[in-house]
């Protein structure tokens, strides 16, 4: 295998170069140049996929299960390149690469599983009644179908998971979709290798070479003219808060609108209730830090917000925080631009009204160190602001004067991915108070635990109302993400031979 990259695009099974061109920024090593995505070759990347999905679209779940099984397989047989690859261009420890790449492949072989079962057909049938008065019934079929081509947007912190064969891309696979995948710019020559390996699978399996193109980053227009293209069916998108109402907003002004999926922005708040702050106050401030500090701060679950009653119990805690964050390394953001966005969060948050600073940071290039701000609830209540993501290891303690307060921070917060519980049993009371807000606030909600780290499962949901997400009925991990790329159809008296061959 080659231990430098080609440069080029993944079109309709072909590797296509491109006259304009842009230098990657690995965190270490050398950079190297890319062929840049243009308009052009979005078009023949979504030509390709429209053409494939009418070959793919109607195979079986066998033949798109072992399809999604040879990926698994391609990308494990280029583990130890990804990992290097990967490490160069983000910083990121091999350890978590390792990691994240068995994330990938297990997600790719539990949508496998998942479709080989068939429960997501969510399959229908009312007989024909046709005595019934005053007038029969005819016979109704349903089934869940697939839309089209899926655009597929990388996504800066997690290379492999959430970008060229990630949770979006096998989702829409295995509902039968082609996927044009938008590369990120943070590790192209990632996304080349994953791609790499997504055309071996697509050789060995034997499947329309449209199914999967995969274009490297460039220029905003590109991804524009991804997201406007009118034989895009449907958007799968991981990153900022900015870019993505951007992408969702002209997603929804096409002649013909379509779904756009994003997960956006969330500072997955942790409430922590009196008896559990009492007993257990040290405890939840080295669990809550080192959630906080994972990876930089750079997870879409970071627990960036914490909500207490003011008083000794969480004084004591501000100071067992502090002095641990203070002992923190410094770590390597993703991109220069996160750095920045990083520096220009914190500047924000240090200069608001009512807002104390408990440990100020460093952020050298892309080299940053945890910081932690205090303030109160009714600062936070007179500041939408204080509830804004800041991308990276910081924290916001919120000290309210009590729970009614406490209820009044959970009714102001904006959609959230999650929400934490950290009590005890007497706490049950004040925690019921609590539960209905929450559970209109997020898509998941913990007690007792730390949200990084998101299970890939039947029952996880990872989304919630916006901003956490721009569609609350779905989420971007788990097998239920699927239900993105289907739509039911009603077939109404049909004979058994037109009937798709799952309904039959």
Sequence with gaps: MRSEPHGKHLIAGAWVGAETTFSSAPATGPAYRFSAGSAALVDAACQAAEDAFWSYGYTSRETRAAFLEAIAEEIEARGALLTATSNAETG???????????????????????????????????????????????????????????????????????????????????????????GHEAHPATTELVAEAILAAITRCGVHPGTVSVVQGGSIAVGVALVQHPLITAVGFTGSLGAGRALFDLCAARRNPIPFFGELGSVNPMFLLPAALAARGAQIAAGWTGSLTLGAGQFCTNPGVIVAVKGADSDAFIAKATATLDGAAAQTMLTDGIANAYRKGRDQIAGSAGVQAALTSVCDRRNATPCLFVTTGADWLANEALGHEVFGPLGLIVQVADAEEMRAVARSLQGQLTCTLQMDEADTEMAQGLMPILERKAGRLLVNGYPTGVEVCDAMVHGGPYPASTNFGATSVGTLAIRRFLRPVCYQNLPAALLPRDLE
């Design 92 to 182: 990121l420890p091999a350890a978590r690469l390792d990691g994240e790449r068995g994330r990938t492949t297990g997600q790719l072989r539990l949508f496998a599983s998942h479709i080989r079962a068939g429960d997501y057909l969510d399959r229908r049938v009312d007989p024909a009644l046709p005595d019934r008065q005053p007038a029969p019934r005819p016979e109704l079929r349903m089934i869940e179908r697939p839309v089209g081509p899926v655009a597929v947007f990388g996504a800066s912190n997690f290379p492999l998971a959430f970008s060229t064969a990630g949770g979006d891309t096998a989702s829409a696979l295995a509902a039968g979709c082609p996927v044009v995948v938008k």
